[in-house]
């Protein structure tokens, strides 16, 4: 599951938040509207209640006052001053329509108006509908209210009224009087009840006095059926579970009562409600909840809309951050990942994608580790905005020449995926690489040959994992480097050599102090006479755990870690020493010492050996350097003056083996040497190689030419030896006559009658 972003999670919170604030405010709202409601309703209770109230005591007090004047009166004669007294009643009281005077069984006394000629009324008490309300005056020494009813004979809508008059507890006239329908007058006004609200007036035996509902304006008979029973009994239920009150408790209390979400089976509506005891009538009004919704529901749709509206734009607003944040994260994940210079994917991206790369060609696979070579030179010499632009060509090349993963690595490093791992491919692909990338780059008007070194390996051959592949490759780039220009596949046997290598340089740097390092000497014979006229001084190392170690082998490693100068010291000092030991029982004795070219050129190594010649001056030893053809490659003129120091001081100058790279014969004249030593390479090929024979026949004539001394050297059977004696060569140095010796040896071999030391003749 996609984990949200902080963004997204602020979108959340607001939306959260703003929804839960809408829902507080509509359940703010709907509870202010219903309250409103409640408080309106409870108004509209409280007036018709009391006016109601006040009507009836009016009614009441008119009644008093008549029946008073009829007690005093004499029914049956002051009939006429009774009519008198009804008419001005009904003349002075607006709302009294008319007024009846009945005797205790129903009968008419008297009638205001019209009516009082009109025969035939029927006795109250025979009529169904009167009966129930006549019969009620009579038991109750109280004012009772009637039907709520039609009068034809009025033309008008009224409720009847009745009052027993009472003498001396004995009833003998009940006064009837018609309200007009004052309910649509200022009490009961309909016009004054908001939409929705019902007022309604019932007596505590359930029948109607008045209610707003339409039915009733309409049909008027209506107000004869009573309230059904169940509907009450559900009414009380319901006022007991919602309010808590029982039927009574209302009754006695004469309290205004609201009952919020009170249930009339198919009305979900509020109610407020009370009792007026005296009269025993109930005023109740009620709203049904859903004409609310009308107060409500308009106004919170249209908040719900800003809310839905506002919340669309701040997530329209929010994807546009998100978008932008991932655009700027996956710039700064491209940066991370990418070189600037050449915008090449980096090391970075390297580690990140190679299992995804390595997973693709399952497994099989080739990393070329290409390294430019000298590419440190061009910046210092060029500076490094040219260096820049050689990379930037060098990169573009890479692109154009291999198509999977290409990395530069860092500096002037660049690491190739290749989606193959036949080796001798791969080899023919770097090398064409190289020499793609040999052709002239011009930069800053300067033409430029790149020339690089590959280090190659294999997967899974070479291992899986991307630390132990680079560090091969690095391993094969380095045996690149040591040629220059080339491409190495890396192999386990090049893996032991540069741990080997790897020992050598650790314990090198202990040789001498752990006194590791001898020397031997191998005898130089004249081949005229058969004399030992000298030796050459060969390095040994036998280490603690390496075992013995061949001087090619940890030479050129001293040379690289710089030890060369203070190994040659050695060198020098102990052949210099057990020669001239040697020296002084045999006589004189030529001792060659091999030099390298970083020893020559170091400074300080000429005075330390003119020094060593003065301290000693032992005329029976006379010394000789060997230098190898490289000497003159670099810088031809300081090697001339170098060697012409160590020439000028008597030291002779041999050059060692010869022909084995140096080329221009021509140039042999000008240098300062005094001894050609003719390559092993040559000796073991002269009996089989006529070539090599020829051309060996032409160095020895060269050397007599030049006044120089000829050494064969690797010299091992009789049959070499003859040829070379044939030719003319001077000196000879080789197994034939003896393998390096160590100086208790040497002495041996000299002082043997077979080996006549040169000078003992
Ligand atoms: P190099 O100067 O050409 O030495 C001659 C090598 O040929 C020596 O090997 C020697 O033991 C070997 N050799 C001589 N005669 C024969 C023969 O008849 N048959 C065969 N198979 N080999 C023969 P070594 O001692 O292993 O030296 C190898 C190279 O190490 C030398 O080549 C030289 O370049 C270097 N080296 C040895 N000692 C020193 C030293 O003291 N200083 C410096 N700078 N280099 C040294
Ligand atoms: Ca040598
Ligand atoms: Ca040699």
Redesign the pocket.
């Known amino acids: 599951m996609p984990v949200l972003s902080n963004l997204w999670r602020i979108y959340l919170f607001v939306i959260t938040s703003s929804i839960t604030a809408l829902v507080l405010l509509g359940v703010f709202q709907w509870n202010k509207v219903k309250q409103d409601a409640d408080t309106e309703l409870r108004y509209l209770n409280n007036v018709s209640f009391t006016s109601t109230r006040a009507m009836l005591s009016y009614q009441k007090s008119i009644f008093d006052s008549l029946s008073d004047e009829i007690v005093a009166l004499d029914l049956t004669n002051d009939i006429d001053k009774l009519n008198e007294m009804v008419k001005r009643v009904v003349k002075n009281n607006s709302e009294v329509t008319a007024i009846m005077v009945r005797d205790p069984e129903g009968g008419l006394i008297l009638t205001s108006g019209e009516i009082a000629n009109t025969d035939g009324l029927p006795s109250l008490l025979s009529d169904p509908i009167t009966q129930y309300n006549f019969q009620r005056a009579l038991a109750q020494n109280a004012l009772v209210i009637g039907n709520n009813r039609f009068i034809p004979w009025l033309n008008k809508q009224v409720i009847g009224v009745h009052y027993a008059v009472r003498q001396k507890g004995k009833v003998i006239a009940v006064l009837t009087s018609a309200i007009e329908h004052s309910i649509d007058g200022s009490a009961w006004n309909n016009s004054q009840l908001t939409r929705g609200t019902i007022l309604q007036l019932f007596r505590d035996d359930y029948h109607f006095i008045y209610s707003s509902r339409p039915q009733y304006k309409k049909n008027p008979k209506e107000y004869l059926i009573p309230i059904p029973e169940e509907m009450v009994n559900y009414f009380i239920d319901q006022l007991q579970i919602q309010a808590g009150i029982s039927s009574e408790e209302l009754r006695s209390s004469g309290q205004l009562i609201s009952v919020n979400a009170l249930f009339e089976p198919g009305m979900d509506a509020l109610f407020t409600i009370r009792y007026e005891p005296y009269y025993r009538y109930y005023t109740l009004s009620s709203i049904e909840r859903s004409s609310l919704y009308g107060n409500f529901l308009p106004k919170f749709i249209w908040q719900i809309a800003i809310i839905i509206a506002f919340n669309i734009l701040l997530f329209l607003m929010f994807n546009f951050f998100n978008r932008e944040q991932k655009k700027s994260q996956k710039r700064l994940l491209f940066q991370a990942n990418h070189d600037q210079l050449t915008g090449l994917p980096n090391r970075y991206y390297l580690a990140e994608h190679f299992h995804s790369w390595s997973q693709a060609c399952e497994g099989r696979f080739a990393l070329f580790f290409i390294d430019l070579d000298n590419f440190k030179v061009i910046n210092d010499h060029y500076g490094h905005a040219t260096g820049d632009k050689i990379l930037i060509e060098v990169a573009q090349r890479i692109e154009a020449q291999f198509k999977d993963l290409n990395i530069r690595h860092g500096g002037d490093e660049f690491i190739i995926f290749i989606p193959e791992n036949d080796g001798a491919y791969l080899v023919q692909l770097a090398n064409n690489f190289i020499n793609d990338l040999m052709q002239p780059i011009t930069a800053d008007n300067t033409e430029f040959s790149v020339t690089s070194s590959i280090g190659i390996v294999c997967a899974p051959s070479n291992g899986q994992e991307l630390g132990t592949l680079l560090s091969k490759a690095d391993i094969a780039m380095y045996e690149a480097k040591k040629h220059r220009n080339e491409a190495f596949l890396f192999s386990d046997e090049l893996e032991q050599r540069s741990a080997y290598n790897t020992a050598i340089e650790r314990e090198l740097r202990t040789a001498v102090e752990r006194d590791e390092i001898a ?2 000497y ?1 005898p130089q014979i004249d081949s005229n006479t058969g004399n030992t006229i000298g030796v ?5 190392w036998n280490n603690r755990e390496l075992g013995n170690v ?3 082998d940890f ?1 050129p490693i001293a040379e690289s870690m710089g030890l ?1 100068n203070e190994l ?1 010291q050695f ?1 020098t000092l102990r052949a210099i020493e057990e020669i001239e030991e040697v020296c002084q029982q045999t006589g004189p004795l030529r001792l060659s ?4 070219v970083q ?1 020559l050129l170091t400074e300080g190594f000429f005075e330390f050996f003119q020094e060593e010649i003065k301290r000693r001056g032992n005329d029976n030893l006379s010394l000789m350097l ?1 230098v ?1 053809e490289s000497m003159f490659i670099e810088d031809l003129k300081l090697a001339v003056f170098v060697l012409q120091r160590f020439s000028d001081i008597g030291v002779e100058i041999s050059l ?2 010869f022909g084995t790279g140096f080329s221009s014969l021509s140039l042999l004249a000008d240098l300062p040497i005094h001894e050609l030593k003719i ?2 390479s040559f000796i073991d090929k002269i009996l089989t190689d006529e070539k090599a024979k020829r051309l060996m026949h032409s160095i020895i004539s060269i050397g007599k030419d030049l006044k120089l001394t000829t050494v064969a ?4 059977d009789q049959e070499q030896l003859a040829v070379l004696q044939f030719f003319g060569c001077d000196l000879i ?4 006559y003896s ?2 010796l160590s100086k208790a040896d040497l002495l041996a071999f000299l002082l043997t009658s077979d080996n006549k030391v040169l000078g003992k003749n």
């Open positions: 020397m031997m191998q050459e001084a060969l390095v040994r061949p001087p090619s030479i060369m040659g060198i010492i091999n030099v390298s020893q060997e190898t060692d083996d390559d092993k050297e690797g010299v091992e140095q080789g197994y034939y393998k390096p």
